[in-house]
C-alpha cells in the first residue's frame, strides 16, 4: 500500500484529524489521558491544559471536525460547508500567527508568543496549514470518501484525484456496491 503519510506541514493536522476512528467509534482524543497522548506523540507535551482539559478536549474535536470537513471538501472538489468555513474561522480567530524572520533571512508563520494551550497548539495547525497552502500541498490533503471510514491522508497520486484512504479496502468496497448496484438494476 502507498504512503498516505502527509508532509512535515500537515502531519498535525492529519494526526489530529484521524484522532476519530469513524468505522469503530473509537476516539482517541477524548478517551482518557487522550489528549495528552495526542500532545506527547507529538512532542508538545508542554500544551497540556493545566484546568479546563474537558473543554480543550471539546475544542480539538470541534476544531478535527471543521478540518474533515475541509479535507472531504478536498477529495469531492467542492466548497466547504458554511458552517465548517464558520466553525473554522472563529477557532482560528483565537490562534494569531506572526510572521518570524531568522538572521539569515528566512521567514515563517509562528504562534504569537501570548498563546498557550490548545490555542497554541491550533496556531501550530494554522501555521502548517498556510505553509502548505503556500506550496500548494494542502488541497492534497483528503478525506477518504468511504461514510465508514473519513479517514484522513494525503494524496500522493500524480493526478491529485484519489478518493479512498486505501484502493484496497475502500475504493474495492466502493466499486464493488457499484458493480452491485448496476447489475440490481440490470436484473429487473
Not at 66 to 89: N, S
Not at 107 to 119: K, V, Y
Not at 142 to 165: L, M, N, Q, T, V
Request: one cysteine or more; aromatic letters at 4%; hydrophobic letters at 45%.
Amino acid at each position: 500500500m502507498a504512503d498516505r503519510t502527509a508532509p512535515t506541514s500537515l502531519l498535525l493536522v492529519q494526526d489530529l484529524v484521524n484522532t476519530l476512528d469513524i468505522e469503530t467509534g473509537a476516539d482517541t482524543l477524548t478517551a482518557d489521558g487522550g489528549l495528552g497522548a495526542f500532545l506527547d506523540d507529538h512532542g508538545l507535551s508542554a500544551l497540556a491544559p493545566r484546568r479546563g482539559e474537558p473543554a480543550a478536549v471539546r475544542g480539538l474535536a470541534e476544531l478535527r471536525e471543521a478540518l474533515r470537513a475541509v479535507c472531504l471538501a478536498h477529495t469531492a472538489g467542492t466548497e466547504l460547508p458554511e458552517a465548517a468555513a464558520r466553525t473554522l474561522d472563529r477557532l482560528l480567530s483565537r490562534a494569531p500567527l506572526v510572521l518570524a524572520v531568522a538572521p539569515d533571512g528566512a521567514t515563517a508563520l509562528r504562534p504569537a508568543a501570548s498563546l498557550h494551550g490548545t490555542d497554541r497548539l491550533t496556531a501550530l495547525i494554522a501555521a502548517g496549514i498556510a505553509t502548505a497552502a503556500a506550496d500548494g500541498t494542502w488541497t492534497r490533503l483528503k478525506a477518504c470518501e468511504a461514510h465508514d471510514c473519513r479517514w484522513a491522508f494525503y494524496d500522493k497520486s500524480p493526478a491529485g484525484r484519489s478518493r479512498w484512504c486505501t484502493m484496497a479496502v475502500c475504493g474495492s468496497r466502493a466499486k464493488m456496491r457499484t458493480y452491485r448496484a448496476r447489475r440490481a438494476e440490470s436484473d429487473q
